[in-house]
T-cell receptor
Framework: DADVTQTPRNRITKTGKRIMLECSQT?????MYWYRQDPGLGLRLIYY???????NKGEISDGYSVSRQAQAKFSLSLESAIPNQTALYFCATSDPGGNYNEQFFGPGTRLTVL | GEDVEQSLFLSVREGDSSVINCTYT??????LYWYKQEPGAGLQLLTYIFSNMDMKQDQRLTVLLNKKDKHLSLRIADTQTGDSAIYFC??????????FGPGTRLSVLP
């Protein structure tokens, strides 16, 4: 079973709709992250959370919000989706006490906003 | 702010060596990573190097780090078609923040 899962894997929505992307992990990591990937821009950090009570804005948080419902769950919401939020979204986790502190990524959610 | 740069595309012939280069700006980087993204998949850690090392070898992969020039490279020996993917360079600083480069799309030609 995958350690970091994301739902849905693909979503097409219309401008102005609210949409939630969900991430769950079984790795037991405290730290979770949301990134978006755009061609030629790499991964850009949207929000991150170092534990259940900690939420931090990343590089591009405008238009997004998050909720850390539990250690294992971190959701990303688009309150009113717009076309330039069309992208591939990745959730990741990390363990600061791990051997080399890598991030573990989910499979991604491809979001299209029409 | 911190920045990580990579060339966007690289094409090599099967059996040749591939060298993917990366430059970064944050001198406080503690770990530097190479991630591989295959089509339709998330990123998977390929290898990493600690900032006090200058070289690391792992089977067909060789990572070279030049801290003075803030330059990191990934060499893949005997490149195979299965190595076709996007390769991301990433750094982690003392603040536990990760910064990723734009990714280099490696195409392996038969």
């Amino acid at each position: 079973d995958a350690d970091v899962t994301q739902t849905p894997r693909n979503r097409i929505t219309k401008t102005g709709k609210r949409i939630m992307l969900e991430c769950s992990q079984t790795k037991g990591h405290d730290r979770m992250y949301w990134y978006r990937q755009d061609p030629g821009l790499g991964l850009r950090l949207i929000y991150y959370s170092f534990d259940v009570k900690d939420i931090n804005k990343g590089e591009i948080s405008d238009g997004y919000s998050v909720s850390r419902q539990a250690q294992a769950k971190f959701s990303l919401s688009l309150e009113s989706a717009i076309p330039n939020q069309t992208a591939l979204y990745f959730c990741a986790t990390s363990d600061p006490g791990g051997n080399y502190n890598e991030q573990f990524f989910g499979p991604g959610t491809r979001l299209t906003v029409l | 702010g911190e920045d990580v740069e990579q060339s966007l595309f690289l094409s090599v012939r099967e059996g040749d060596s591939s060298v993917i280069n990366c430059t970064y700006t944050d001198s406080s980087s503690t770990y530097l990573y190479w991630y591989k993204q295959e089509p339709g998949a998330g990123l998977q850690l390929l290898t990493y190097i600690f900032s006090n090392m200058d070289m690391k070898q792992d089977q067909r992969l060789t990572v070279l780090l030049n801290k003075k020039d803030k330059h990191l490279s990934l060499r893949i020996a005997d490149t195979q078609t299965g190595d076709s993917a996007i390769y991301f360079c990433a750094e982690r600083d003392y603040g536990q923040n990760f910064v990723f480069g734009p990714g280099t799309r490696l195409s392996v030609l038969p």
